[in-house]
């Protein structure tokens, strides 16, 4: 694992143990003071935007891994095999990213099924953007369990792209989406 990532997947960590941690507020104000002095640190030198796969290097990739240099996104290794796209989550996303108690939020939902399904589009070589998402619960998610995100292609015409997706838990889908992508270049 490269440094930039490493980094991004131990703040993840550190997210998700502020979200529930019970310490005392002396222990809560050093924590906060030592986060800062990390920001204080990481803005030295930043970049204009997040670092991304190259769209050349998205076409036709097996897999890559752009977001998972981004701690604000959840971390999903998404593999690209008989064009159709599939991403797992071996540990559960944990409960920093709960709705109801205990199960996932939806709009995380919906934005893990994006992530994956646009990145689906430009691994077949479209540059294109969301137009629409829409997404059906089927069944709450739990947040302790290995997850599995599926996406497909599903129909072409003109400048639209078409997909479906499913956020699985086990064998139950619990999220379904179909997700329109329109070509911009
Ligand atoms: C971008 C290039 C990237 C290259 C580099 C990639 C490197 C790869 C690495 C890493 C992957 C990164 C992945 C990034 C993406 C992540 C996903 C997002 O979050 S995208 C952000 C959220 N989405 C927006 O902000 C769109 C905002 N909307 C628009 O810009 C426009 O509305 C747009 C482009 C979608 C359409 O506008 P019009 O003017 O170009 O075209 P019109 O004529 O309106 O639509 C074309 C066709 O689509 C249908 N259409 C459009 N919107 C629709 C809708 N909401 N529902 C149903 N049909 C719709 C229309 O009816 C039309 O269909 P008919 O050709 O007539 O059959």
């Known amino acids: 694992m490269n440094a930039r990532r490493d980094l991004a997947e131990a703040v993840r960590e550190l997210a998700s143990a502020v ?3 019970d310490v005392d507020d002396p222990d809560l104000a050093q924590a906060a003071a030592s986060a800062r002095e990390l920001t204080k640190l990481l803005r030295e030198r930043q970049l204009e935007d997040v670092p991304r796969t190259p769209y050349d290097e998205a076409v036709g990739a097996t897999h890559y891994g752009w977001h998972l240099d981004n701690p604000a996104l959840p971390g999903l290794t998404m ?4 064009g159709r796209a599939t991403a ?3 540990d559960g996303l944990g409960k920093a990213y709960a709705g109801p108690p205990g199960k996932l939020h939806g709009g ?6 994006d992530v994956l399904l646009s990145s689906l589009v430009q691994h077949h070589g479209v540059r294109a953007v969301t137009a629409s998402l829409t997404v059906d619960y089927r069944a709450a998610t739990r947040l302790d369990v290995p997850l599995r995100i599926t996406g497909d292609i599903v129909g072409r015409s003109g400048r639209k792209v078409e997909t479906v997706g499913a956020l699985w838990c086990g064998e139950v889908a619990t999220v379904e989406a179909r997700g329109l992508f329109v070509q911009v270049g």
């Not at 593999?79 to 008989?82: M, P």
């Open 19 to 21: 979200a529930v941690t």
């Open 88 to 90: 797992t989550i071996p």
């Open 108 to 113: 995380v939902g919906a934005l893990l099924l």
């Open 79 to 82: 593999v690209f095999e008989d």
